[in-house]
């Protein structure tokens, strides 16, 4: 179970404005004839080719960029140029859906603690059946929600669509577990990258990748 931490959550100002852009956008979709399952549209990050000219960059990253993605019947699918443009779709309303609903996955995700024979924590590992699960790497309060337990810098590893690893940035695990967390990737369901982000309170960016 997670233990609990200090942590900045948006203002009920911000959550109300994004709920409101969420709704929005739902009605939109329905209104159109499209599934009524097709209910989220935000930013998650994936290979820059499912972007259709649509992805954003992420900073220092080579193989993720920030696609938007909506929900229907069977899972996510890339939005396309048409549909932004016939939905009327626009980049801030939907940063302020993906930051929100970040939040809330962030809160909701497993978390389990790995520690080494000395019973010193060494990494840990998010993960949620939630399909938009990676949109956490957007959280606002990521950092603030593990600082207690990994340190003011701290290095997330993308390693699957509904798993991450996050380690202390003044450890030696990211030299330790390299290889295995390569392994795991080889062998995931839905292997998402093996970019490693730095963490901290200046940025958030990629800093390099795990050699297959």
Do not use: C
């Not at 739902?26 to 599934?35: K, L, P, R, V, Y």
């Not at 909506?70 to 939907?94: A, D, V």
């Not at 207690?148 to 940035?169: C, N, Q, S, V, W």
């Not at 839905?190 to 730095?198: G, H, K, N, T």
Request: aromatic letters at 8%.
């Amino acid at each position: 179970m997670r233990e609990p931490s200090m942590r900045h959550n948006l203002s009920k100002h911000m959550k109300r404005a994004a709920l409101g852009i969420f709704v929005a956008l739902i009605s939109a979709t329905s209104a159109q004839g499209e599934d009524p399952k097709a209910k989220r549209v935000i930013y998650l990050p994936r290979p820059a080719y499912e972007g259709e000219g649509l992805s954003e960059p992420i900073e220092g990253a080579q193989k993720l960029h920030s696609v938007p993605m909506r929900e229907w019947t069977y899972g996510l699918r890339p939005i396309t140029p048409k549909l932004w443009e016939t939905k009327s779709l626009n980049r801030e309303s939907i940063w302020a859906v993906t930051e929100a609903l970040a939040e809330e996955l962030l809160l909701a995700a497993e978390m389990i603690e790995h520690r080494n024979e000395k019973k010193v924590l060494t990494h840990l590992e998010l993960r949620s059946d939630d399909p938009f699960f990676s949109a956490v790497l957007y959280a606002p309060s990521l950092r603030l929600e593990f600082a207690d337990f990994l340190g003011d810098a701290f290095y997330l590893i993308p390693i699957e669509k509904t798993r991450f690893y996050l380690l202390p940035a003044l450890s030696r695990t990211l030299e330790r577990e390299g290889e295995k967390f390569v392994r795991e990737y080889q062998d995931a369901k839905s292997p998402l990258a093996l970019e490693v982000f730095l963490i901290t309170k200046e940025a958030r960016r990629a800093i390099g990748e795990l050699q297959q």
